[in-house]
């Protein structure tokens, strides 16, 4: 089992991840719907144009076994996952693609990465977030879940 710091030290190689994931997103997503785009101006986000939605069967893991075990330990990706944000570039699993409540949730961390800086910025305080509080008790992921009660 991996520990809490084994994990953080894999910050740096997790966002070397994240950007791919984004970069790949971003070259083969659809653009967000006027809809979608007036929600996510409305949250906050600045830059509503450079987001990319991606419709997968399954949110890719990371193929690096020791990235894919941090991922799992803290709850990041798991077979349960719905949809996941890399900055930009957000994937929505098939079955959930039209569901508006997981778009918010899934912008909105979107809005926390150009809040706090970037990938790596926001991945450090996610993780440790995480870590610390759990997945589900997050303070970003909380942010997250009450921003798509609200909007939604």
Known sequence: MINSQEIINLIPMASEWVEA???MILANGVPLTEKQRSIASKIGIKNTDKIRLLQVKSIPEPENFILNEASKAIGFISCNTLGITYRYGIYIRHDYWENESLIIHELTHTLQYERLGGIIDFLNQYIKECIYYGYNNSP???EAVQ??????
Not at 147 to 152: C, D, G, L, R, Y
């Open 140 to 142: 970003l992921e909380k």
């Open 21 to 23: 994931q984004e970069t």
């Open 147 to 152: 921003m798509a009660t609200i909007i939604f």
